[in-house]
């Protein structure tokens, strides 16, 4: 018969309470069990004694016959001193999934764009200063180089533009 330390629900909805039983590795969860060795309340605070009461003592003993505990029981017997549990290390659980690689992907080519066109803006004010620069020699010798805005006074007027008087258009 394969026996394991493991937990066994109780409480109400949300309010979640366990005991920690050896049972029979082939009986439900919270069905038949051998032995209560101890409770978890995971409601307590984390440094509460409350929290996880264990005997150590039956744990020990269940071990030796050839109990098999689970993941979260191994815990409470290595905080306990009982039994060493092995660290883990499962490298691809933190690696992303294939949708947020691709997205990873895309936003690295729209950053390149980025960087590709910030570099040519940078690019192009450095030959606007050389044309500045070009205009305030040409402006020194006395060569005007400005044209009339659209909107001055002074320029003339295209013949689409109906130029505005003060008397109203007769109809």
Do not use: C
């Not at 969860?29 to 978890?40: L, S």
């Not at 050839?66 to 659980?93: H, I, M, S």
């Amino acid at each position: 018969m394969a026996l394991s330390l493991r937990l066994s629900r109780g409480g109400s909805k949300k309010r979640p309470y366990y005991r920690i039983v050896v049972a029979d590795a082939r009986s439900p969860r919270d069905g038949r069990f051998i032995e209560k060795i101890g409770t978890y309340n995971p409601l307590l605070a984390k440094d509460s004694p409350e929290r996880v009461k264990l005997d150590a003592d039956r744990a020990k003993h269940w071990l030796s016959v050839g109990a098999q505990p689970t993941d979260r029981v191994l815990r409470f017997l290595d905080a306990a001193g009982v039994k060493e549990r092995p660290a883990r290390n499962n490298p691809n659980k933190g690696k992303p999934g294939e949708k947020a690689t691709e997205r990873a992907e895309e936003r690295a080519a729209k950053e390149a764009e980025r960087a590709e066109a910030a570099a040519a803006a940078s690019a192009a004010p450095a030959a606007e200063e050389v044309t500045e620069e070009a205009t305030d020699d040409a402006t020194n010798q006395g060569v005007s180089t400005e044209q009339p805005a659209e909107g001055d006074a002074g320029a003339p007027t295209g013949a689409d533009e109906p130029q505005s008087t003060d008397a109203p258009a007769e109809g």
